[in-house]
């Protein structure tokens, strides 16, 4: 089909978010963007602040964890999507929403366990479980949309996860880990030692992080609430 007069303007972008699988989809990928990028930037420094793992070691076990788990993942969510859509229309999203729910305790452990083994673990299962959403959600992103909008689609969901996910998160994951900090700071009478700024700078970094868990959570409600109300409207 040919492009609408309207395509590349302000209005064929308002209609795009007016389709609500797309923005269901592209919501839900912000938030889990959001999760996503803050972890990506803190993970070392809250391994070196919270658990004092050298900074070597730190970057060296999130490295490896990162690639492991991102090709583990991304394969295997490819194909939970391609197997479950031979049963459900909207796998895609079922599929990424799922996995994304799955990862938020595993993340929450992940960032509140002190045993080293426990966190770990919990930690790879959660990355996992977030990677595994990649391949079927950018397929879902297709599919909501026209033949002749998907270069657009794709575009505009681009913007979006970056705008609202994953450029933000760490500046606001910072800036409430320092917020925290200063105020235990605050409570301490006198010059704080090095010690003490070294304590409150870890209270406050894993007191921020907590709200990563709640983006994941968040992310995988939007995927599966959107992906189960487009199975019950396409059953009528």
Do not use: C
């Not at 391609?82 to 996995?99: E, I, K, M, N």
């Not at 409570?187 to 409150?200: D, E, K």
């Amino acid at each position: 089909g040919q492009p609408t007069a309207d395509a590349g303007s302000w209005r064929h972008y308002v209609r795009l978010l007016g389709n609500r699988q797309y923005a269901f989809t592209v919501f839900g990928y912000a938030a889990y963007t959001f999760a996503l990028g803050a972890l990506s930037w803190w993970m070392v420094s809250f391994l070196e602040r919270v658990h004092h793992v050298p900074h070597k070691e730190a970057a060296g076990q999130v490295g490896i964890i990162v690639v492991a788990t991102g090709f583990l993942g991304t394969f295997a969510g490819g194909w939970l999507g391609d197997h479950f859509l031979r049963h459900a229309r909207h796998a895609y999203l079922l599929v990424s929403g799922t996995a994304t729910l799955l990862a938020a305790p595993f993340a929450y452990v992940a960032l509140t366990a002190a045993n080293p083994t426990v966190y770990i673990t919990a930690l790879v299962l959660a990355e996992l479980l977030i990677f595994a959403s990649t391949g079927p959600i950018n397929s879902a992103i297709v599919n909501y949309v026209a033949p002749t909008e998907r270069a657009t689609a794709m575009a505009l969901s681009i913007l979006m996860i970056h705008v609202l996910g994953d450029v933000p998160s760490p500046y606001i994951v910072g800036a409430l880990s320092d917020a925290r900090a200063a105020a235990l700071l605050s409570g301490i009478v006198g010059t704080p030692s090095p010690a003490q700024v070294a304590a409150a700078e870890a209270a406050g970094l894993q007191h921020a992080v907590l709200i990563l868990p709640v983006a994941i959570l968040v992310g995988g409600i939007i995927w599966t609430v959107g992906g189960l109300r487009s199975e019950v409207r396409g059953a009528r």
